[in-house]
């Protein structure tokens, strides 16, 4: 029987990107979504993959969720922890809804999901985590204090999940992607992209969503298992670690 994985964030840009390139790799795939029902509505169409509308941010409305997942399509076997929001601006204009609702979606959710799914992961002997990072959060950046914040701690979390559970044949990995093509970076003007980013980007382009995807699906295939507590960097050569 197929693998289940859960994607957060799974209807647009990079969620989008892994839910299609872990179903070709034959995984049954659920794609989680907080609000846009018109873009889940129309991925759904697209990819065949069924749709779960819960927030993230909420334990409850996640226990929920992944409760239904499970019902309908078994236990879930790889995580990938992708939902996240930017609501940027400098420190000394921040308001703390601003901190707190970034922190919530892209910190707490990650270990509202986890949470969810490590105790039947751990009695299965099997377990793929996978949590999507920023070179942002390794590197920091202007206006991004609560972004950055979040992003940096997923990769102690990571860590720390891994070592828990390396033992259960449970691994926790995270991808840190650079600048990719989605429909947020792309909103930016294009000015700011061709001299405020891609100066910066050695390979000289914005990545694909589909290469973030490739990487994903490299970490939740079952020949991964040697590979656990690790951030897979993929940001054209702009921050190297």
Request: net charge negative; hydrophobic share 40%; aromatic share 6%.
């Amino acid at each position: 029987m197929a693998r289940v994985a859960l994607v957060t964030g799974g209807t647009r840009g990079i969620g989008h990107a892994i839910c299609v390139a872990l179903r070709d790799e034959g995984y049954q795939v659920a794609a989680n979504y907080g609000g846009n029902d018109d873009a889940a509505r129309a991925f759904r169409e697209e990819t065949g993959i069924p749709v779960y509308k819960f927030d993230v941010s909420d334990f409850e409305a996640v226990r929920g969720g992944i409760q239904q997942v499970e019902n309908d399509l078994g236990p879930v076997d790889v995580l990938v922890n992708n939902a996240g929001i930017t609501k940027d601006t400098t420190l000394h204009k921040m308001a703390p809804e601003q901190w707190t609702d970034v922190i919530n979606t892209n910190l707490n959710s990650v270990f509202n999901c986890s949470r969810n799914v490590i105790e039947g992961m751990r009695e299965r002997g099997f377990g793929r985590i996978i949590c999507i990072s920023s070179i942002n959060g390794q590197k920091g950046q202007f206006g991004q204090g609560n972004y950055a914040a979040a992003k940096a701690g997923i990769l102690g979390f990571v860590k720390s999940l891994a070592l828990e559970n390396a033992n259960k044949g449970v691994t926790v990995n995270a991808v840190a992607p650079g600048y990719i093509g989605t429909d947020m970076v792309q909103k930016m003007p294009q000015k700011v992209i061709d001299e405020k980013i891609l100066p910066h980007i050695p390979v000289g382009r914005l990545g694909e969503p589909e290469e973030i995807a490739r990487c994903v699906a490299f970490l939740a295939r079952d020949d991964s298992g040697f590979i656990t507590g690790s951030t897979l960097t993929a940001n054209g050569g702009q921050y190297m670690i």
